[in-house]
Each structure stands twice: as structure tokens, then as C-alpha cells.
């Protein structure tokens, strides 16, 4: 069957080999714009532009420690992008006052927000880095293991799913199943087990939203779990909620738990 436009008529290679051009090279343009948003929040551009308001590229380098011809290069890529707002585009460039304006300080910084998109660049970012591996792996058929997709992929994946869990693990997901609902809230204390719980934050919501569930969190990798201690340290939750380097497939855990989770992780 062949392909029709809107209008009814054949897409012809000509078309078809336009529109493919197109789309990647908006993907192109898009992959350098989650760049510069990893750039911006890692070394706390947005964050001193929320804090301090507008700023001329030398103030934003000042209070960043960052160079200042290199600020002013991504304040203005990050103007051109509509990221950011000039307030008076014809001021001299290192004269020239930028903004982030109300709402995009939401979706780049509010880590509790379901807006917050910054760990998506984080991701990206990481998952570009064992390539190599990845390629590798295509051929042999092998896998690529977790821990070397590293730090920005592990940070990435827990702050992009950690909105989710903070706003609706307690007050949406788990109440739409009644039984679990209930048996989260009864005595004894119900035994849960989140599988693949990465550094901890669908453990730490279900011990926030019953305060009488007893949570242990496995994950294979043990970065994770380390995050996850730490995580579960400043939130308080320790007496009620544990982290364990340990294989999902551990035998062992089978009949242990009235309620097993697996958030974010069962993904073929
Ligand atoms: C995409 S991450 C999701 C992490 C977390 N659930 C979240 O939503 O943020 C998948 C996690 O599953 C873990 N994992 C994969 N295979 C596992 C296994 N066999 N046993 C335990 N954990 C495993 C990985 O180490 C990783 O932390």
C-alpha cells in the first residue's frame, strides 16, 4: 500500500526523503538543546538565574564560577532557543540582561514537580556513554550492564521518575487497588518488597504515604543502593524502610512479602 499525503496524493521518494532530513535534523537540533539544558542545570545556571533574577553574562559567571565567555556563549544559545529571555536585546552582549522566565523555573528546577523535564537531558546524556559497549553488544548479543551507563543516567533516571512517585504513588496508584490499598494501612504491618527500587524513591514514597509498611528495597546495582541509603537517611524513613544489593531473581525472597513492586524497570 502506498503512503498518501493529507491531500490524498502519493508520497513520493522525493518527499519522503525531505520530510526524514527534517525530522533529524530537528532530533540534531533538539540532542544540542538537551546539551546545553545539562550544561545549565549541572553547573547551576538556572539556579543562580532563579535565585538572583536576570543577569548580564560576567554576573552569571561571578556567581557560578564559571568563565565568563563561555556564560555568555550559553546565555545566549539559551535566549536563541527561548529557554531564556533577553530583557534588553540591544544592549551590548556583555551588557545584556538574561531571564528565566516564570514556569521554565518550574520545569528545570522543582524536583518535586510532575513538570520537572531537567533530568531527561541528565539521561540522555548518560546514555550515550557506554556506546561503545552498546555497539559491542549488538554484535555478540551480550548485555550491557547497568552500572556502565554511570552517574548521569542513574541520577537522570531517579529525578525524571521521582515526581511521579512523590504526587502520586500514595494518593493514585496504590489506592486504585482497593485490596492493597487496605492492606497497606492494616496490621500487622504489611512486608513490601520494591524490586529494582535504583536509589529509592518509590520505596521511600509507599513508607511515606503508610507509615506502617515495612519497605526493603533490592537492586542488583550497588550505586543505587547506596544512593538509596543516603536518600532514605534524609528523609527520615530508616526505621521502616531498608536497601539490599541483591538480584530480583534471588529465589529467597519468594513468599516473604504481601505486597511486591517493580517500578520503572520491567521494560521487555
Ligand atoms: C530504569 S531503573 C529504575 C529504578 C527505579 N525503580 C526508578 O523508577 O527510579 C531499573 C533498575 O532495575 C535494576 N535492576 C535490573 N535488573 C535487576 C535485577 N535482576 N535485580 C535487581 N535489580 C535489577 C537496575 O539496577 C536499575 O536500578
Redesign the pocket.
Same mark, same amino acid.
Given at each position: 500500500m502506498s503512503e498518501e499525503m493529507a491531500g490524498g496524493s502519493a508520497v513520493t521518494p522525493e518527499q519522503r526523503k525531505e520530510a526524514l532530513v527534517e525530522r533529524v535534523f530537528g532530533s540534531a537540533i533538539g540532542f544540542m538543546e538537551l546539551l546545553s539544558i545539562y550544561v545549565g542545570e549541572r553547573l547551576g545556571l538556572y539556579r543562580a538565574l532563579a535565585d538572583g533574577g536576570a543577569a548580564t553574562a560576567p554576573e552569571l559567571a561571578a556567581t557560578t564560577g564559571t568563565d565568563e565567555r563561555y556564560a555568555r556563549e550559553w546565555l545566549e544559545q539559551q535566549a536563541v532557543a527561548s529557554i531564556l529571555e533577553v530583557e534588553d536585546q540591544r544592549a551590548k552582549p556583555e551588557a545584556r540582561r538574561y531571564r528565566l522566565p516564570e514556569g521554565h523555573d518550574e520545569a528545570l528546577l522543582e524536583r518535586d514537580s510532575l513538570y520537572y523535564v531537567a533530568p531527561f537531558a541528565q539521561m540522555m546524556v548518560g546514555i550515550t556513554r557506554p556506546l561503545p559497549a552498546v555497539l559491542e553488544a549488538y554484535r555478540t548479543g551480550r548485555g550491557v550492564p547497568?552500572?556502565e551507563y554511570g552517574e548521569d543516567m542513574?541520577h537522570g533516571? *531517579?529525578y #525524571?521518575?521521582?515526581p511521579m512517585?512523590v504526587n502520586l504513588m500514595g494518593s493514585e496508584w496504590l489506592p486504585s487497588v482497593p485490596d492493597v490499598h487496605e492492606r497497606l494501612q492494616a496490621d500487622p504491618p504489611a512486608r513490601v518488597a +520494591?524490586?529494582?527500587? #535504583?536509589?529509592g524513591? =518509590?520505596s521511600i514514597a509507599i513508607a511515606r504515604a503508610y507509615p506502617k509498611a515495612r519497605v526493603n528495597g533490592? +537492586? *542488583?546495582?550497588e550505586e =543505587?543502593v547506596a544512593g538509596a541509603r543516603s536518600n532514605a537517611e534524609a528523609e527520615g524513613v530508616t526505621d521502616r524502610v531498608t536497601f539490599q544489593v541483591? +538480584? *530480583? *531473581?534471588d529465589p529467597e525472597l519468594s513468599d516473604r512479602y504481601d505486597l511486591a513492586i517493580?517500578?520503572?524497570?520491567v521494560?521487555d
Open positions: 547497568y552500572p542513574r533516571i *531517579a #525524571g521518575n521521582r512517585f +520494591d524490586i529494582g527500587c #535504583g536509589t524513591w =518509590s533490592f +537492586d *542488583a546495582d =543505587s541483591r +538480584d *530480583a *531473581a517493580a517500578v520503572e524497570c521494560h
